[in-house]
């Protein structure tokens, strides 16, 4: 079967750098997103990983490595308004978007 | 307005009860979708509409109806729903429905609670 494994939660200190890791296994891999969604509100996309490597926006990073089946998201220089859950989604070889339960992540001050 | 709108935002409806929910798309996205989002369990698809026709229904109990009346539009039409379909349902839209850099836009939800 398709999986996704995702931590559930993980605590942090604003100012600080939290990495969220995402394991998958898929059949095909077409790419992988990572969204944040506050409580609340509807999921923002934020990123989006196709190759090896990292990508850097800002405070964000995402990266990938198709051999191992991971990728994380680094965030740096927390922010209180970082407190929110990060959903990681992998598109498999019939564009199907697989998706893991999420990440909630709380910023303590 | 601009995005992915979704109403009611909240909904609590009884088992008899029959009721919609409205999502309204200003993108001119091509694709529009209905996702269940329960407490730490991952997104659930439900229904995928491609210029305005189903492409896809994940073995949804046919107490929920879909229907995409134009490419801006979509309904969740429900009716003897039972308890256990209390949650999230998240509208979503995208310019393509099939493509690796399929980037989803998301409405805020709309909260169900079934008695």
């Known amino acids: 079967g398709q999986n996704i494994d995702q931590p559930t939660e993980m605590t942090a200190t604003e100012g600080a750098i939290v990495q969220i890791n995402c394991t998958y296994q898929t059949s095909g891999f077409n790419g992988l997103f990572w969204y944040q969604q506050h409580a609340g509100e509807a999921p923002t996309f934020l990123s989006y990983n196709v190759l090896d490597g990292l990508e850097e926006k800002g405070r964000f990073s995402s990266f990938l490595s198709r051999s191992k089946g991971y990728s994380y998201l680094l965030l740096k220089e927390l922010q209180m308004k970082d407190s929110a859950s990060y959903l990681c989604a992998v598109t498999d070889s019939n564009y199907q978007l697989i998706w893991g339960a999420g990440t909630k992540l709380i910023i303590k001050p | 307005e601009t995005g992915v709108t979704q109403t009611p935002r909240h909904l609590v409806m009884g088992m008899t009860n029959k009721k919609s929910l409205k999502c309204e798309q200003h993108l001119g996205h091509n694709a529009m979708y209905w996702y269940k989002q329960s407490a730490k369990k991952p997104l659930e698809l439900m229904f995928v509409?491609?210029?305005?026709?189903?492409?896809e229904n994940n073995s949804v109990p046919s107490r929920f109806s879909p229907e995409c009346p134009n490419s801006s539009h979509l309904f969740l039409h429900l009716h003897t729903l039972q308890p256990e379909d209390s949650a999230l349902y998240l509208c979503?839209?995208?310019?393509?429905?099939?493509?690796?850099?399929?980037?989803?836009?998301f409405g805020a939800g709309s909260r169900l609670t079934v008695l």
């Open positions: 509409y491609s210029l305005e026709e189903r492409v």
């Open positions: 979503a839209s995208s310019q393509d429905g099939e493509s690796g850099a399929n980037v989803l836009t």
